[in-house]
């Protein structure tokens, strides 16, 4: 197993970071190695904004659900969606693309490419030592948080990321079990897949006992549907679609 393989496998999410900033060189680094990830046809449909003004940090932490790791931590970035550079460069080309741009195909293509490019971020701040966490509590209010980074159309932000020198060892949190996740030449039945999650049922269940001193009994399956029994943030397609994104 190479360094790289231990690195994504020893992956934990760190909500409480010493009070020691990231260098400029780690920034740039951090920043680079997400512009090295794969994008759809190399269209870059992300940017990255970096969050160094302690005022603003502390208003994206308010607006993320007072989630203090967003205000106190070595770097935040917000990753966002971003079409408003290809209008300019279309601008340049004098041509019209507001029809892609629009199209349900362009958010997923700018949805993901977002998603690898923070990911990339993710496993390089963590290969030099550091800790991060993904911060979707921003969605909450978006609204507001573009608004306060001044996001114009075409720009949406999608989620932050906290990076920073670890203060806390949360633990490996268990994963689904392998079988219940990879499937070959097909889908797999139900009557394969309900053994492997009633068993990872146990397992979480007992996971969060040991780690909570008998305070939280519930496994995974029972959270899920519990959190998700209820819609949340049911105002994102209007606000997506005033930003002029996904209306087709």
Same mark, same amino acid.
């Given at each position: 197993?190479?360094? #790289? ?5 020893a ?12 260098t ?20 870059q ?16 932490a ?15 970035f917000?990753? !966002? ?9 279309? #601008?340049?080309?004098? #041509? ?12 997923m293509?700018g ?8 990911q ?30 001044? !996001?114009?159309?075409?720009v949406?932000p ?6 920073g ?10 994963r689904?079990?392998k ?14 897949a ?18 909570t001193?008998?305070?939280?009994q ?7 549907a ?5 819609p ?17």
């Amino acid at each position: 197993m190479n360094e #790289t393989i231990q690195t994504l496998l020893a992956h934990q999410s760190i909500r409480k970071f010493k009070e020691q900033p990231l260098t400029e060189e780690m920034i740039q680094t951090l920043v680079q190695s997400a512009q090295a990830a794969s994008t759809s046809s190399y269209q870059q449909v992300y940017s990255i904004i970096g969050i160094e003004d302690p005022a603003i940090k502390k208003e994206l932490a308010t607006l993320a659900g007072n989630q203090t790791y967003v205000e106190k931590n070595g770097y935040f970035f917000v990753f !966002c969606l971003d079409y408003h550079r290809h209008q300019l460069i279309a #601008t340049m080309a004098g #041509t019209n693309i507001d029809d892609t741009v629009q199209s349900k195909e362009a958010f997923m293509v700018g949805t993901i490419d977002v998603s690898l490019a923070a990911q990339n971020l993710a496993i390089a701040a963590e290969s030099l030592g550091l800790g991060i966490v993904y911060i979707g509590g921003l969605r909450n209010n978006l609204e507001a948080v573009s608004s306060l980074l001044e !996001c114009p159309d075409h720009v949406v932000p999608l989620f932050g990321m906290a990076v920073g020198y670890p203060d806390a060892t949360p633990g490996l949190k268990p994963r689904l079990p392998k079988e219940a996740v990879f499937h070959v030449n097909g889908y797999k039945k139900d009557e394969e897949a309900l053994p492997v999650l009633e068993a990872f049922e146990q397992t979480t269940a007992t996971y969060y006992k040991e780690r909570t001193g008998g305070e939280r009994q519930e496994g995974w399956a029972k959270q899920m549907a519990r959190v998700m029994e209820t819609p949340n943030r049911l105002y994102m397609k209007e606000f997506i679609e005033s930003k002029g994104l996904d209306k087709k």
